[in-house]
């Protein structure tokens, strides 16, 4: 006899846990304080409104590079003299549209014919800390200024370690970087990417349009579960965490609040475009600006889908190295936006 109730189970849909974070959020919110129910249900969605144009914008962008191919560009930052190579690898890097496991396959296939590691190294501290939708939504939150800003602290991070990687690159820190068995899948699912020239008039061909719509409606749902969670985060942090509590930690002046801020955002990092209303609500209970820039700083580099399509190629030293990197630019970074904030 069959088993059904196995069968049964394997044609459920498949839930995130995103949304289920965010709807047992909302239900004890219900259950133990109703009127604010309907409160904070009415804040995210009003936040949701409010960056629906930033939202779809960057959803069409992403979606026409993935299906032009444009991320063939990419492998041009890795070519010629080293020190070009760090520059254009860490503007790109600061500037690409994809996840890091998206780039395991090509930063391994780099690392295995001898790309340098100095210039892999800025690639992959800017790469996930900017890319076009995440500028779009923290301008939207946050203003144009910080986004910018954000956007020059990860494209100097990777100068920061790309120099930094190849002054040291005779060291035993740096030396013989790779694992022996490296991996390289992603948790994506994605081919292997950059490959050919770009076609820009996409919609000739049937795979590149399919490519589109496939894209522009992932990006959609993982912006839209991410964000929805985020808000929800947003509005129960602005209603019950004491304003008095965050800027008694985080507020005020000098190092010790950007330091914290580096020192708290690796933990508590969610996602890069989770931690946009996140910042948004702690700035409003007094968050000091340049402990909010050190936070999304050195949260990006070291949040686990980073840190983990670094640890899969290198041995542990280069690991600790690009953790280290990180660390220093983003108190760099937070004590540059603190005096200009």
Known sequence: MADTTTTASRRLPQIS?????????LALVALLDWPQFGETLRFAADALLGTAPFILFAVLAVAYMKATG?????????EGRETRMIVFAALLGGLSPFCSCEVIPFIAALLAVGA???AVMAFWLASPLMDPAMFLITAGTLGWGFAVAKAGAAVGLGLLGGFGTRAFADSAVFRDPLREKPQVGGCCGVKKPFQGKPVWQFWKEADRTATFRDSAMDNAIFLLKWLTLAYVIEALMIHYVPADMIAGVLGGTGFMPI???A??????????????PLIDALLAQGMAPGAAMSFVV????????????????????????????????????????????
């Open 17 to 25: 846990k995103v949304w289920l974070a965010s709807a047992a959020l």
């Open 70 to 78: 444009a991320e063939t560009l990419l492998a041009k930052a890795f």
């Open 116 to 118: 340098p590691l100095s």
């Open 259 to 261: 330091l914290l801020g």
């Open 263 to 276: 020192l708290v955002g690796a933990p508590a990092y969610l996602n890069g475009y989770a931690a946009v």
């Open 298 to 341: 050195a949260g990006g580099v070291s949040c686990i889908p980073a840190a983990i399509a670094v640890w899969a190629l290198v041995k542990p030293r280069i690991f600790a190295a690009y953790l280290g990197w990180a660390l220093i630019g983003a108190l760099v970074a937070g004590m540059a936006w603190g005096l200009i904030a």
